[in-house]
């Protein structure tokens, strides 16, 4: 059996994962110069190119992308082998989650997961943004991609917007617009959007990408503008923005999975309109992978949980 210089293969797949020498270099804990070593090992067995260097940026090349896939997937099934010969096969899964579903709709279920599935050991890996489907990073994903190659996914949310406040807040709010004779009950069933500009509008860049597009959309959906005098506090993370809503600082745009009004009593959905921004949240998983054990069941309690919740409608 000839065999390429095995030590290089973990190399040349955490390199390409990650885009990057140094990062990859950081994950193996070897120095830069050993990671180089071995990836020019590995060029020289095959005698192609497996990198295109063009000063800081590394991409893979065609013959590159084409051996990872196959190298990726090699490494996996040793590694799930060994797995099963520890006895830990299909008890053990990594499901990569955005920040905020993993805190504020995940967590709070896992004690019913481990319940029902007392021999499924979950480990989450939490991230900022949509992570690549690959297994060398986890075994299962929440994503907001759709089709990808050798993947299965299956719906569990279809993002919509709507605004917040603290119960503090919505006080004030009322008594505000009251004395402005725009509404006159405490109760009422919907108000204008164009009102909430009179009042400090809490933005998250990482909802739509760009810092007040939140708002521009949510309210040009209404069929009104931002105004360049309205007063907007800008944050990176919705996560950020929905604990400053809480504290009395202003409204936010959220989402359902971010807020349960049954548990968080001293937070309100105000009476305005919902706007989907078009992203959906999605379980992916390998496809060769579908049966499963451990996938099936997670798969099953994860769409049980987002009906139940609400977050899966009509």
């Not at 090699?74 to 096969?89: F, M, P, V, W, Y």
Request: contains cysteine.
């Amino acid at each position: 059996m000839r065999l390429p210089p095995l030590k290089a293969l973990p190399v040349f797949e955490a390199v390409a994962r990650l885009n990057s020498f140094s990062r990859a270099a950081e994950e193996l804990r070897v120095s830069q110069s050993a990671v180089s070593h071995r990836i020019k090992q590995l060029e020289e067995y095959l005698g192609e190119p497996l990198f295109v260097r063009g000063g800081r940026k590394l991409a893979l090349t065609e013959e590159g992308q084409q051996y990872l896939e196959a190298v990726s997937a090699a490494l996996t099934q040793i590694e799930r082998a060994s797995e099963k010969l520890q006895g830990r096969g299909d008890t053990q899964l990594r499901l990569a989650v955005f920040s905020s579903f993993a805190v504020r709709w995940l967590i709070p279920r896992l004690p019913d997961l481990q319940r029902r599935h007392p021999a499924l050991e979950l480990m989450l890996e939490m991230t900022d943004h949509s992570p690549a489907l690959s297994e060398r990073v986890a075994d299962a994903f929440i994503t907001l991609q759709g089709r990808h190659t050798g993947f299965s996914s299956d719906l569990l949310y279809s993002e919509r917007l709507f605004p917040i406040c603290s119960r503090q807040f919505w006080q004030s709010m009322r008594s505000d617009l009251q004395q402005a004779g725009m509404i006159d009950t405490e109760t009422p069933a919907r108000i204008d959007a164009a009102w909430l500009t009179r009042y400090p509008l809490l933005s998250a860049s990482s909802i739509l990408g760009q810092p007040a597009e939140d708002w521009r959309v949510w309210l040009a959906a209404g069929g009104c503008g931002l105004p360049a005098s309205a007063r907007m506090q800008h944050f990176s993370h919705m996560l950020l923005a929905h604990a400053a809503a809480r504290y009395h600082q202003g409204i936010a745009l959220t989402n359902d999975y971010m807020i349960d009004p049954t548990d968080h009593p001293d937070m309100v959905i105000l009476p305005c309109y919902t706007v989907k921004t078009g992203d959906e949240f999605r379980f992916a998983y390998k496809t060769s992978r579908r049966n499963e054990p451990g996938i099936r069941a997670l798969k099953e309690w994860l769409q049980q949980q987002a009906s139940a919740s609400g977050l899966r409608r009509g």
